[in-house]
Structures are given as C-alpha cells and as structure tokens.
C-alpha cells in the first residue's frame, strides 16, 4: 500500500548534451549522484513514498538508489515526454487518493524547505495543482507562466513555443508540481503531441486542469539557485559550486573554521566537529568524519573511510585513506596513511609513509598509541606497532612484523635496539 504524500522524480533522460554514457541524473555533485539530492529533498519535505520514473540507464540508476526505503521504480518505455513519464506511475498509483509531489531528477539544488511549503498549501487550498515557480533575471531555458490581468495562472508555455512577449516573462516554471490525484490522471488523459518537441508535456496538465473548472495556482516559492537543471559540463560545474558553498556555509554556521572557502573542497557526506579549522587548499572526499578542535590543511587530503577523533592535527601535503586517527594524533608534514589505525597521541613524521598495497591486496597497519613515527620511515603492511614504541628515521618496518609495546626499532630492515645498550 502507497503511503502519501507521494514524490514522483522524473530520471529516465539521456542527457545527450552530456556527452556521456552514464544515465544524466547519476552524474555527481560535491560526491553524490544528482538523484540522491532530489529524493532526500521529497523525503525532507514530508513524502513517505518516491517513485522514480527511470528510461535511459535504468539499471545504473536503480543501483544508485537500490536499499532507499521507500522508493519504488517505474520505467518510461519510450522518451514521449514528461506527461509520459509521469503516466508510467499510474500501475504503481491505482487506487491512491492524495497529493503528488512532482520534480525532475536533474535539479539537485532544490531545498526541502519550499517543497515542504507547496505540500502545506496544498493542505490549505484544496487545489488540484499548485505550481512551484520562481522569478529569475535571466529566464532562458525555461517555460514562462502566463497569468491574467489579475494575476490568476493561466498556463506554461515552454520556450520554444513562446512568442517574443512570452519570452520576457520572467517567473519561470521549474518543473516542480503539486498534483491532487487522481485528477492528474485526468488532465494527462487530455494530453496530445501538438507542440515543437512533438511530445506529451506534463506542463500542459494544470491548464487541462483549469479548463476542467479545478482549482490551479503557481506560487513563486523557490529561489534561482534552487532551480539550476543539469543539461551539460557546464551546468553541473555550476551546480558544484554552489552546492559546495551551501555544504561550507551549513559546517561554518555548526562552528567549523574554513579559512579559505574558495580553494577548499569538502564532501557532501563529511561531518565535521566544532572548533575544527580547515585550512586552505584542503581536500576533503567522501563518508568523512572529523571530530572536534582538529587541525586540518593546508594542502591535506583526507579521503573516504577515514575518521578523525577529537583533537587530530593533519597538516600540509598529508593524505589520509581509510584509516582511523585517534584523539590528539598528528601527521604535521608529507606523510602517507592508507588502510591505518593510529592510537590516541600517536607522532608521525614527516615523509613517513604506511605501505599498505602491495600490487594485489590492501593491507591494515595498526600503531599504538604514544608511538612516534621517524622522519621517512615505511611501515610495510601488514604490520602491528605496540604502544609508546619509537620508530627511527628512515628505519623499514618489514612486512608481518610485530613490534612489541616501548621498543626502539631503527634501520634497513628494522631491529629493536637494546632497551640497556651499556650491559
């Protein structure tokens, strides 16, 4: 059984001014699919159920997406247009009576928050469809929203289809819809091809609407960046950056310390604690987590998988893959750790380096805590390091080697020095 509100997300474009094989809405922004932002957005807003209408790439984009709860997979056979696409739900929606949240899967910067403002309208109003519109200083691209004298919606008329006073016409239609079901079906039932794409449009649906005496109205709720459609590079580059600034601006307003927004790159799916300091040209990618009062950059790179507690200093040209820092360890200059955990107060050295890949497997280095780590030295993974052990500068620790708790190990390979060398 469907549970409503119900957000049907069309994804089943190619996006050939892409110029990829890769289905559109999986391209990435900040680290995540374009589609992942848009069903998050339906979800934050108040829906319980996603339908995502899938075409070109279906079974790429059924991966991306496979495990969400709540999300349900209809398949537009042949591209006929947006009023096909969403009639692909129909099967999946027989019977249901209630709101239906219509967006597009290659908007990734639409907000939950005015999403969940056009549901609470349609609460309010009873209307068969509310329009999500926005006013923007340059509209092309885009469908206009025509209004009478008095300012009531009459229709969309998509761009290409404009005369040149329609084109001037600022308020512009996203392609995000609140629809009452089942009267969508009814006005999609009234849809033909009579239009330069020779295509269904869903955006003639809410004057089919009108003209069946329901209640339609477009509302100027969202904002130019939220409506930034990914069609080439050159807008997903653009969708980049601004996604990265609201994914700085929220870290900064939790009390994180980026120094340099512009030439700092963060995740998406990074958290990060308070009173961090991010310095500049740092690179932060994938499932990050960073605790508290850590000191990052500049010039570091912190890959995915990896965590940082509390207190963790990573300093300039150091990258960090898949590995576990405890608290109050550091890693000041050009070192490497990949596939490592560090205990709590461990010193690495500068050129330091874990080992970890063979050329077949990665392998794990654990280190204890309270060890310092020389200048140079090359931990050959598997290795197990003791706790408070000094490793000299430059020494090889050798593969499968167990260093015992408070040795001193030095040289090519490494061997433990005499804890009382004068005896």
Same mark, same amino acid.
């Given at each position: ?341 560090? #205990? *709590? =107060? !461990?010193?690495? @050295? &500068?050129? $330091? /380096? ?10 794990? +280095? %654990? ?18 390091? #003791? *706790? =408070? !052990?000094?490793? @000299? &500068?430059? $020494? /090889? ?10 040795? +001193? %190990? ?14």
């Amino acid at each position: 059984m469907i549970q409503g509100p119900v957000a049907i997300i069309l994804a089943a474009g190619h996006g050939k001014r892409m110029k990829s094989d890769k289905a559109k809405v999986l391209h990435e922004v900040c680290g995540r699919p374009m589609i992942r932002y848009v069903v998050d957005a339906a979800f934050g807003a108040g829906a319980k159920t996603a339908i995502v209408v899938v075409g070109y790439g279906a079974d790429q984009v059924r991966s991306c997406l496979e495990g969400t709860p709540d999300v349900h997979f209809a398949t537009q056979v042949q591209q006929l247009g947006t009023g096909d696409a969403v009639r692909a739900c129909q099967p999946l929606l027989e019977g249901y009576s209630g709101p239906a949240l219509v967006l597009v899967g290659d908007e990734p910067l639409i907000r939950p928050e005015p999403l969940s403002d056009l549901l609470q309208r349609h609460k309010q109003d009873k209307a068969a469809c509310l329009l999500g519109t926005a006013i923007v200083p340059d509209p092309t691209g885009f469908g206009r929203i025509l209004r009478d004298s008095a300012g009531r919606f009459l229709r969309i008329v998509e761009e290409r289809d404009c005369n040149p006073e329609e084109r001037k016409i600022t308020e512009v239609n996203p392609s995000c819809y609140v629809f009452e079901l089942p009267s969508l079906w009814d006005a999609l039932d009234k849809l033909d091809t009579r239009n330069a794409q020779g295509e269904y449009y869903l955006t003639d649906a809410p004057q089919w609407l009108e003209s069946m005496n329901r209640k339609v109205v477009a509302l100027p709720v969202l904002e130019p960046d939220d409506i930034l459609g990914v069609n080439t590079r050159q807008h997903l580059s653009q969708a980049h950056a601004i996604m990265q600034a609201r994914i700085q601006d929220r870290l900064m307003t939790d009390g994180v310390s980026i120094v340099d927004p512009r030439n700092t790159y963060i995740d998406g799916r990074a958290s990060i604690g308070q009173d961090t300091v991010i310095l500049p040209f740092t690179v932060i990618t994938g499932d990050v987590k960073i605790g508290s009062n850590c000191r990052i950059g500049p010039f570091a790179h912190i890959r995915p998988g990896t965590e940082l507690e509390s207190g963790v200093e990573v300093g300039a040209f150091v990258e960090v893959n898949r590995s576990h820092m405890e608290t109050g360890a550091t890693a000041r200059h050009l070192a490497y750790l990949g596939d490592a955990h560090l #205990g *709590a =107060n !461990v010193n690495v @050295g &500068a050129t $330091a /380096v874990t080992a970890n890949f063979d050329g077949k497997n990665k392998s794990r +280095t %654990v280190i204890g805590p309270g060890t310092m780590v020389g200048s140079g030295a090359v931990l050959v993974a598997p290795v197990n390091i #003791g *706790a =408070n !052990v000094t490793i @000299g &500068a430059n $020494a /090889v620790v050798t593969r499968g080697q167990e260093v015992p708790d408070g040795t +001193t %190990v030095v040289g090519v390979p490494a061997r433990s020095l005499p804890k009382n060398p004068g005896v």
